[in-house]
């Protein structure tokens, strides 16, 4: 691809970013759908954020995504949410249209599509959910939007709480919040169909973590682990091990990048070019 005047920029903020497959998607499909744009990665530190919303109004950079640690901060300082992105609170995806930035999340719709596959419908679904984070949140409204039956566990139980006040009160859905510890998972785990990890315990570097006891899985379970470096997690291997159906986090990843390079261009995503650039880089020895 030859780089030229015409070439229109995309990317992603976020600190740490050395870890992100999203370049390498991204760029695969603006290539596999022909587009003339390349998207890159941003380091941005703490403090800089709003000079960074600056930076892409001001370079005319048409889209961003934005990841740990900003996806809650950056609503300060964007024009317009959509509104998925307002009832979740976090916005993943920037869309500028000249100079006018409007946040959406996409997170939430990638972990339903992901989980769609392994489970088939997602009404009534027994779901323990760990974290209460960014991710988490976007997953706890989508999988609530769903008509999931969802347990929330979380190490900060004041932030499980607002989360889960917050989506009752879009959506009319009661979540149970719970503190994260071994008690309450023992508890919680027998009486669920789908585990979801959306905290991040076994993200690379620390990748011998999991949030769970191999002893507390059970073969009926749905294990899904949103962190994605490593694929492989500890908590999938053992859930694997265990008998349990594991679900990993290129899943989500891809299904969340290609709804928001659909709200970047308008064209459809060409998700298996996708899927394939994150498992090629995977097998280069990414993470
Ligand atoms: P975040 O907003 O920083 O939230 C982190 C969550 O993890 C919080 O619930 C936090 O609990 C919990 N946590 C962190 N360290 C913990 C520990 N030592 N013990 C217990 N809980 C701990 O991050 P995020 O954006 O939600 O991302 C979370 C993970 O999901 C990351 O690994 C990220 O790469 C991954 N992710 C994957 C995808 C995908 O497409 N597959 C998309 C988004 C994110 P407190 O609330 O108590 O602090």
Not at 135 to 158: G, H, P, Q, Y
Request: hydrophobic letters at 45%; one cysteine or more; charged letters at 25%.
């Amino acid at each position: 691809m030859v780089i030229s005047t015409k070439t229109r920029l995309y990317g992603i903020l976020g600190d740490p970013i050395e870890h992100s497959l999203s370049p390498t998607i991204q760029n695969a499909a603006f290539r596999g759908a022909g587009i003339d744009a390349i998207y890159l990665a941003f380091r941005v530190d703490k403090g800089r954020l709003q000079d960074a919303l600056t930076g892409v109004r001001s370079l005319g950079i048409l889209g961003v995504n934005v990841t740990i640690p900003y996806k809650v901060d950056v609503i300060q300082y964007i024009d317009h949410l959509d509104t998925e992105a307002e009832a979740m609170g976090a916005v993943n995806t920037i869309k500028n249209d000249a100079g006018k930035l409007t946040g959406y999340n996409t997170d939430g719709l990638g972990a339903v599509e992901a989980l769609r596959g392994a489970c088939g419908g997602l009404a009534h679904a027994r779901v323990a959910l760990m974290g209460s984070g960014g991710a988490a949140r976007a997953i706890a409204f989508s999988l609530a939007r769903e008509r999931a039956k969802i347990t929330v566990l979380n190490r900060s139980l004041e932030k499980a709480q607002t989360m889960a006040l917050q989506i009752s009160e879009k959506l009319g859905i009661k979540i149970e919040c719970l503190a994260l510890n071994s008690e309450n998972l023992e508890r919680t785990i027998p009486e669920v169909d789908v585990l979801i990890n959306a905290t991040s315990i076994g993200m690379a570097p620390k990748s011998r973590e999991t949030p769970v006891k191999k002893e507390m899985i059970h073969p009926r379970l749905v294990v899904f682990d949103i962190v994605y470096s490593p694929l492989e997690t500890r908590l999938l291997k053992e859930a694997r091990a265990a008998g349990a159906n594991a679900v990993d986090g290129l899943e989500m990843l891809v299904h969340q990048g290609a709804a928001a390079f659909e709200i970047w261009t308008g064209r459809k995503a060409p998700i298996e070019v996708m899927r394939n650039a994150a498992l090629e880089r995977l097998k280069e020895g990414y993470a």
